[in-house]
Every structure is written in structure tokens, then in C-alpha cells.
């Protein structure tokens, strides 16, 4: 199974800040990285999948880059619907892995 | 809007069964690739198992942690999704997400509300 590492674990910033997220994976997955967001009690929302592609209705605001091992999701400026925990997933082979989690407070 | 809604989740004792459903509306089903996804109290995401499309005869995919116990169906003509969950275990406890991929095959894009199942004696 591929293994999925993101740091940090958790993060406190402010509203305005400039917030990236590392994902790294155990094997090379190209470009099939998916990245999540999670508010407490709610569903997942996909934010971008293949590594770079925003998902429809999602602001432009999330950015996604890497390939290979290594990828970053940035927010270019924090704001308050944008504290919760985010999940980097690789799809590139069976069984699909989900990272552990970075969890983003104020 | 396409709109994804769980069912069939509650407390079962160990060893036990449940059958999960999803259904879908707002959307053609059968052309997509579905996923289940859970995640248990306090902890991240799991994938559990996929189900693809009729052109890929419907053919399935599980993680190790429920292979042989868990079983992923659909029909097509009530747009829905199920996962039958036999010998359960404690540890399956989760709330369970269904996923429908609509943009690509892997693009997890739809998910469910999500379903609480609690294995307990």
C-alpha cells in the first residue's frame, strides 16, 4: 500500500494568511493526488483532484502543485470558512490512501 | 443538483450484518464510478471499496481491512449503491460516505451526509 504523510499535523494562522500543506506519499503517483476539506460533523468536500485542478465552485483561492512523491496545497489568504482539517488521497493504485490530516485553527 | 443520501446505518453487535443504501438524484448513475468511504469517531478518511460503471462491468475493488466481509452492489435503475457488511468487527464502527465521481473516474467529487454504524455488544 502506498503511504501518505502530510505536515503539519496541525497549524494556527490568522485571517489574511498565506497557509500551504505538504502531502508526500511512500511511492511515485504521478499526478493523482486529491486534495479534501472537512468542517467538524459535515462531509468531505473536494477541493482538487489531479494535483492541480480545482474543482468546479471551488475559489481560486486553493492551489494545488507536485507530482511525483511530494505536493502542496496553498490557500493565498486565509479566511474564517477556511478552518478545518484538510486530506491530501492518492488514487494512483488499489487500495486508495487518504493522508492523515492537517488540521487548520486560528 | 445531484444529491447523494445514505441510509441503513445503526448498532449491530459483533459478528453481525448491516446493509448500507445510497441513493442518487440529480444525476444519470449508471455512466459513473462510486466509492464508499468511512471514517471512524475521532480519526481520518478510509477508503473502503468502489464499484465502476456498467462499461467496466460493474466490476469492484475493496481495501484489505474489509475484503471478504464487505460487499459493494448497485442498481442502476433506482440509482442506488449499497454496501452489505457481514462479520463485522468493532473496529468497522465509522460513519460511512458514499463518493459519486462525476467530473472523472477518480475525482471524488459527490459525497453523502454520510451514515453512522456502530458495531458494539
Known amino acids: 500500500d502506498i503511504q501518505m504523510t502530510q505536515s503539519p499535523s496541525s497549524l494556527s494562522a490568522s485571517v489574511g494568511d498565506r497557509v500551504t500543506i505538504t502531502c508526500r506519499t511512500s511511492?511515485?503517483?504521478?499526478?493523482?493526488l486529491a486534495w479534501f476539506q472537512q468542517k467538524p460533523g459535515k462531509a468531505p468536500k473536494s477541493l482538487i483532484y489531479a494535483a492541480s485542478s480545482l474543482q468546479s465552485g471551488v475559489p481560486s483561492k486553493f492551489s494545488g502543485s507536485g507530482s511525483g512523491t511530494e505536493f502542496t496545497l496553498t490557500i493565498s489568504s486565509l479566511q474564517p470558512e477556511d478552518f478545518a482539517t484538510y486530506y491530501c488521497?492518492?488514487?494512483?493504485?488499489?487500495?486508495?490512501?487518504f493522508g492523515p490530516g492537517t488540521k487548520v485553527d486560528i | 443538483e445531484v444529491q447523494l443520501v445514505e441510509s441503513g446505518g445503526g448498532l449491530v453487535q459483533p459478528g453481525g450484518s448491516l446493509r448500507l443504501s445510497c441513493a442518487a438524484s440529480g444525476v444519470t448513475f449508471s455512466g459513473h464510478y462510486m466509492d464508499w468511504v468511512r471514517q471512524a469517531p475521532g480519526k481520518g478518511l478510509e477508503w473502503v471499496g468502489r464499484s465502476r460503471n456498467k462499461a467496466n462491468s460493474y466490476s469492484t475493488e475493496y481495501a484489505a481491512s474489509v475484503k471478504g466481509r464487505f460487499t459493494i452492489s448497485r442498481d442502476d435503475s433506482k440509482n442506488s449503491l449499497y454496501l452489505q457488511m457481514d462479520s463485522l468487527k468493532t473496529e468497522d464502527t465509522a460513519v460511512y460516505y458514499c463518493?459519486?465521481?462525476?467530473?472523472?473516474?477518480?475525482?471524488?467529487?459527490?459525497w453523502g451526509q454520510g451514515t453512522m454504524v456502530t458495531v458494539s455488544s
Open positions: 463518493v459519486l465521481n462525476v467530473v472523472a473516474n477518480d475525482a471524488f467529487d459527490i
Open positions: 488521497q492518492q488514487y494512483n493504485s488499489y487500495p486508495y490512501t
Open positions: 511511492q511515485d503517483i504521478r499526478k493523482y
